[in-house]
């Protein structure tokens, strides 16, 4: 007698390109997908960012290259990401939404391939393409990110089994709880930093008096 057999968990990143209905419900219903395959791709995110920065073609690019700040690359893109994950099953947990924190992270990371897909395609172009050809990278650009974030749109519809509005509703409350996260770290760290400087400046003073 056989075992039935088991089907595969994997999921071709790509397949939710054209088909993300399917792929995001076999990511709900039949656990497919992977936290490794989206932890890579959030950190290609990450280095095409870096890419896109240091390596755009001198005729496209405005940024100072001996001022590369890694941390503030890393906080546009993992750390937004996994605020984005956070945000979305907090908001879900509170909207009856039927997603899980890992099938919330499997469905951002692919669907956000689009965009860092352009991104990276954009940087090689803009070493080739002339001035005039500028528009073309920015039409690019702006179409994959409509598409991942169409991708999204479908992807938490689905996983939550949200309606239209509810998901629209979801996604904005989200990004509220994003926004307060964000002025929270903010305001901790200027306190920290004024704790800090406070501290430093009163030991200063009794080093001086001793």
């Known amino acids: 007698m056989t075992a039935p057999a088991v089907s595969p968990k994997r999921l071709n990143p790509f397949s939710t ?20 395959v989206s932890g890579m791709i959030v950190l290609v995110f990450f280095i095409a960012s870096i890419f896109k920065r240091q390596s755009t073609g001198y005729t496209f690019n405005l940024s100072d290259l001996s001022a590369l700040n890694v941390w503030l690359i890393a906080a546009k893109t ?3 990401y996994a605020l984005w994950v956070s945000g979305n099953w907090a908001v879900a947990t509170w909207m009856d939404g039927e997603g899980k924190a890992k099938q919330i992270a499997i469905v951002s990371a692919y669907a956000i391939v689009p965009y860092v897909a352009a991104v990276i395609v954009s940087t090689l172009l803009s070493r080739v393409l002339v001035q005039e050809e500028g528009m073309f990278l920015g039409y690019m650009t702006t179409l ?15 996983i939550h ?3 239209a509005v509810k998901t629209l509703q979801s996604f904005a409350m989200t990004f509220a709880a994003m926004g ?31």
């Open 78 to 80: 993992i750390v937004l």
């Open 161 to 163: 089994d949200y309606g």
């Open 180 to 210: 307060i996260v964000i002025f929270l770290a903010v305001l901790f760290y200027t306190l920290f930093q004024q704790v800090y400087v406070f501290i430093y400046t009163v030991y200063n003073e009794m080093l001086f008096r001793l």
């Open 17 to 36: 390109l054209l088909h993300p209905f399917d792929s995001f419900y076999s990511v709900k219903e039949d656990g497919k997908g992977s936290l490794l």
């Open 144 to 158: 994959a990110m409509i598409w991942s974030a169409v991708l999204m749109f479908i992807g938490m519809l689905t």
